[in-house]
T-cell receptor
Framework: AQSVTQLDSQVPVFEEAPVELRCNYSSSVSVYLFWYVQYPNQGLQLLLKYLSGSTLVESINGFEAEFNKSQTSFHLRKPSVHISDTAEYFCAVSDQGSGNTPLVFGKGTRLSVIA | EPEVTQTPSHQVTQMGQEVILRCVPISNHLYFYWYRQILGQKVEFLVSFYNNEISEKSEIFDDQFSVERPDGSNFTLKIRSTKLEDSAMYFC??????????FGPGTRLTVL
């Protein structure tokens, strides 16, 4: 079974400052890794994912995450945040081997960008 | 861009009543899921559905829950006799044959 830990429940940051949202996972098998974002009153949207290959993955809106197998981490970073990045961010894993595997989520991190 | 839709956005019901939450997955998707999020807690997996049958379910998904795909487009979650602890946001998701699940906006269920 997998588990995901997001250590920070809330992260306030000033506009244009860098941010890192931490995610650690535990699994006995190889996993896929995901970051989902939930804007106020909306559903979960896929932000980026790691499946294989390059350990650094990027989203279209400037976020990036790096898969670190030795530290079992998949931290999300952005060098300069905008007000519009204010949202809840969820890290999730799924088992690579199972054909219809469910996602296992962390508790989420609420990013608040302050003007 | 196609998206998963869910109705209603908010459902209020009395304890013991039956509720049906509805989802329309993306049209060419093959795998369907229900998740829930109790306020302040993690998003939790409930059930997955493929080829007209349940493929996996969690411990949460007991006999009070059922899922159905009554036609080619809808995917429903039924709770037979709601309890206070069923109050949560319920998310539907669908997937074609890739790794990525696409989520709907959720239905907030409030049990009084």
């Amino acid at each position: 079974a997998q588990s995901v830990t997001q250590l920070d429940s809330q992260v306030p940051v000033f506009e244009e400052a860098p941010v890192e949202l931490r995610c650690n996972y535990s699994s006995s098998v190889s996993v896929y890794l995901f970051w989902y974002v939930q804007y106020p009153n909306q559903g979960l949207q896929l932000l980026l994912k790691y499946l294989s290959g390059s350990t650094l993955v990027e989203s279209i809106n400037g976020f990036e995450a790096e898969f670190n197998k030795s530290q079992t981490s998949f931290h999300l970073r952005k060098p300069s945040v905008h007000i519009s990045d204010t949202a809840e961010y969820f890290c999730a894993v799924s088992d690579q081997g199972s054909g219809n595997t469910p996602l296992v989520f962390g508790k989420g991190t609420r990013l608040s960008v302050i003007a | 861009e196609p998206e998963v839709t869910q109705t209603p956005s908010h459902q209020v019901t009395q304890m013991g009543q039956e509720v049906i939450l509805r989802c329309v997955p993306i049209s060419n998707h093959l795998y369907f899921y229900w998740y829930r999020q109790i306020l302040g807690q993690k998003v939790e997996f409930l059930v997955s559905f493929y080829n007209n049958e349940i493929s996996e379910k969690s411990e949460i998904f007991d006999d009070q829950f059922s899922v159905e795909r009554p036609d080619g487009s809808n995917f429903t979650l039924k709770i037979r006799s709601t309890k206070l602890e069923d109050s949560a946001m319920y998310f539907c998701a669908s997937r074609r044959n890739t790794d990525t699940q696409y989520f709907g906006p959720g239905t907030r269920l409030t049990v009084l």
